[in-house]
């Protein structure tokens, strides 16, 4: 799975998560804050889900991968991508050096290969390959 794939399954599930997808419904609150990020960012498209419709299913599978990962992985993740907060705040927040930047690109990176590693583990378990347990490997 390379890097664009992951980014993609990440924002579907930032999305599914602030528009309130988890109960099978739509949350305004939800859907008004994301057409505002849209907007902050400099997307001006228009109408729900700026024309792209949200996986739910492929979302709750990130849902579940995401709450596997190690407690600043999804941090990082979901500060990044559903609170979308700066730069600046989430260096605090995770005690990552804010300069030179490439820092936070680091972190990032990892955090989202962290992410695609474990929905790879979890296809993987789906397709009855027998390397899996959902768990990270221990050490010794």
């Known amino acids: ?23 099978g419904g739509g949350c305004m ?4 804050c994301d057409s505002m990020r849209r907007a902050a960012l400099g997307d001006v498209s228009s109408g729900h889900g700026a024309g792209r419709k949200i ?9 579940r ?7 600043k992985h999804k941090e990082m993740l979901r500060w990044h991508y559903i609170r979308a907060a700066n730069l600046g705040m989430i260096c605090r927040r995770l005690g990552i050096k804010p300069r030179p930047t490439s820092i936070f690109d680091i972190e990032l990176a990892r955090a989202e290969a962290a992410l ?8 993987a378990c789906d397709h009855g390959v027998r390397i899996c347990a959902h ?3 221990t050490s010794r």
Do not use: F, H, Y
């Not at 890097?3 to 109960?23: D, H, L, V």
């Not at 609150?29 to 008004?32: E, L, M, P």
């Not at 996986?55 to 849902?63: G, I, N, P, R």
């Open 135 to 137: 768990a990270r490997p």
């Open 65 to 71: 991968a995401w709450k596997s990962l190690a407690p």
């Open 1 to 23: 799975m390379d890097r664009s794939e992951i980014r993609n399954r990440i924002e579907n599930w930032a999305a599914w998560s602030r528009g309130g997808m988890r109960t």
């Open 55 to 63: 996986d739910a299913a492929d979302a709750d599978l990130v849902e």
């Open 116 to 123: 695609g590693g474990t929905l790879l583990q979890m296809s």
């Open 29 to 32: 609150t939800g859907t008004v």
